[in-house]
């Protein structure tokens, strides 16, 4: 029985999962967006986001060195830490987590296994168009402010209609017994 275990084995050893995982994430990071089995996707979502989560986190040279040589001892590839630290960091540097996205893609035609693809969303381009890349920081909400914005909207509405009232043209009536031709 399984219970209490949250964490799929994919039926492989632990050395096994692991490079297996880490194989995934250099991919990941390198290429952007990879297709897989989604048992695969799910499991690797939980691998390569905390390693994305630790890129954010750079106070002092102290704690730059430490997370890189944590996320390498993850993912081996000296490359795929470069490219995390310099090219995805500043990215999802105003993020709060949910770093990949998985899209199911429907059954492989061989043995009919689920198919993902797990992409980092920061670097998608067709659901990007409209964002900007700069970091804007988390907004907070005062409710102080309030006063000042309701009555500068009375203000605007009660000058709209005078406004609109002058450059509306008089709409014809039709009655039910004419036709146009």
């Keep these: 029985m399984r219970h209490r275990n949250k964490k799929n084995n994919l039926g492989r050893t632990a050395s096994h999962r692991s490079a297996l995982l880490s194989n995934l994430g250099t991919q990941l990071i390198t290429h952007k967006r990879i297709t897989t089995t989604l048992a695969k996707a799910k499991a690797l979502r ?54 990949t996205r998985i899209i199911k893609l429907g059954a492989r035609t061989g043995d009919n296994a689920e198919i993902a693809m797990i992409e980092l969303v920061d670097f998608n381009e067709i659901y990007g168009k409209g964002i ?31 406004a609109e009232a002058e450059e509306k043209p008089k709409k014809k009536s039709k009655k039910s017994g004419d036709s146009e031709a």
Excluded at 53 to 61: F, I, L, S, V
Aim: charged share 30%; glycine share 6%.
């Design 46 to 99: 939980t691998y390569i986001e905390p390693l994305i989560t630790k890129t954010k986190a750079n106070e002092t040279k102290e704690s730059i060195m430490h997370n890189h040589r944590v996320v390498f001892s993850y993912l081996n590839d000296k490359a795929a830490v470069k490219e995390l630290f310099t090219v995805v960091a500043p990215k999802v540097s105003g993020r709060p987590g949910g770093y």
């Design 132 to 162: 900007s890349t700069e970091v804007t920081p988390a907004k907070k909400t005062r409710r102080s402010g309030g006063k000042k914005k309701a009555a500068e909207t009375t203000e605007e509405t009660a000058e709209a209609p005078v």
